[in-house]
């Protein structure tokens, strides 16, 4: 079966500007979640999406949001880019987590670098 | 708020050397947890996860890790590397938030090096 996928492998902005990073879950997975990887920090827990809703969302600024299609595909922006957002960026998917058993499963993530 | 606590940064054994990883995690409620490896270039992939029953469980590649309810602990084991075990390994726990819904919280994350 098909992983995770995410595009584009990388990314690069200046400060200032907006990025989109894009995510395709497992076929058959309804939620997405979104983790930054940064140098030194381990993985963030961002956001969360599940059947099209935001369930949950880590302690980050609004300036980053996302959504999730109807095929469960889903996107992060981030605005108002900062230095500090350079990191990895990391999708993963999972069934639904109904009592937060299931393993989520992670692509290979979007290098973002703010120059 | 659940934080992960994993003790070493970086680890460094010869094959054949016995490996544990420690992790240490602060949630007073049902907690689920998980080991993830990435190897390098590759994504991160699960090695092993606990939910209920057994507190030992088993993995892929050989390795275990045991879930000790008293010390909020679930250590990461294996009798005996291999070269191919080279890899940042991250412990992970699943629990409620305060908002309610579940979290996944990382560890920041061991670094395994086995020198041939």
């Known amino acids: 079966e098909a992983g995770v996928t995410q595009s584009p492998t990388h990314l690069i902005k200046t400060r200032g500007q907006q990025a989109t990073l894009r995510c395709s879950p497992i076929s058959g997975h309804t939620s997405v979640y979104w983790y930054q990887q940064a140098l030194g920090l381990g993985l963030q827990f961002l956001l969360w999406y599940d059947e099209g809703e935001e369930r949950n969302r880590g302690n980050f600024p609004p300036r980053f949001s996302g959504r999730q299609f109807p095929n469960y595909s889903s996107e992060l922006n981030v605005n108002a880019l900062e230095l500090e957002d350079s990191a990895l960026y990391l999708c993963a998917s999972s069934l639904p987590p109904g009592q937060g058993n299931q393993p989520q499963h992670f692509g290979d993530g979007t290098r973002l670098s703010i120059l | 708020a659940q934080s992960v606590s994993q003790h070493n940064h970086h680890v460094i054994l010869s094959e054949a050397a016995s490996l544990e990883l420690g992790c240490n995690y602060s949630?007073?409620?049902?907690?689920?947890l998980f080991w993830y490896v990435q190897y390098p270039g590759q994504h991160l992939q699960l090695l092993l996860k606990y939910f209920s029953g057994d507190p030992l469980v088993k993995g892929i590649k050989g390795f275990e890790a045991e879930f000790i309810k008293s010390k909020f602990s679930f250590n990461l084991r294996k009798p005996s590397v291999q070269w191919s075990d080279t890899a940042e390994y991250f412990c992970?726990?699943?629990?409620?938030?305060?908002?309610?819904?579940?979290?996944?919280?990382f560890g920041k994350g061991t670094k395994l090096s086995v020198i041939p």
């Open positions: 992970a726990v699943n629990a409620r938030s305060g908002a309610g819904s579940y979290q996944l919280t």
């Open positions: 949630y007073g409620g049902t907690v689920n």
